[in-house]
């Protein structure tokens, strides 16, 4: 069975940085492409950032585009979110995810991920 368990949230101020880290353990890792998600209170949970099986094709939604950056490391099974410059409306619970499909266009999707951690809480205080 695969299991994903986030860790490296927390609270920090507004510009400051914190790395979420994900590790993957059963199945194969390096067949998962990886994604990272998130969802504030009252909100829906939306796409943040991906990464291809072999870690050369990343996506990221505009909103963190130049502040976050998505990593693998594929012989820890272990995904990672570097993120800088926080801002206020960033804090949300931060889940990723991942799946073994071809890529596709719906890699922003939430519904083509089959495995999910149970998220990180990531606070920004401004």
């Known amino acids: 069975q695969v299991q994903l368990v986030e860790s490296g949230g927390g609270l920090v101020q507004a510009g400051g940085s914190l790395r979420l880290s994900c590790a993957v353990s059963?199945?194969?890792?390096?067949?998962?492409?990886m994604g990272w998600f998130r969802q504030a209170p009252g909100k829906e949970r939306e796409f943040v950032a991906s990464?291809?099986?072999?870690?050369?094709?990343?996506y990221y939604s505009d909103f963190v585009k130049g502040r976050f950056t998505i990593s693998r490391d594929n012989a820890e099974t272990t995904v990672y979110l570097q993120m800088n410059s926080l801002k206020s409306e960033d804090s949300a619970v931060y889940y990723c995810?991942?799946?073994?499909?071809?890529?596709?266009?719906?890699?922003?999707?939430?519904?083509?991920?089959?495995?999910w951690g149970q998220g990180t809480q990531v606070t920004v205080s401004s």
């Open positions: 059963g199945g194969t890792f390096s067949s998962y492409n």
């Open positions: 990464i291809a099986r072999r870690g050369g094709i990343t």
């Open positions: 995810a991942g799946d073994r499909k071809n890529l596709g266009s719906d890699i922003f999707s939430r519904s083509r991920y089959d495995y």
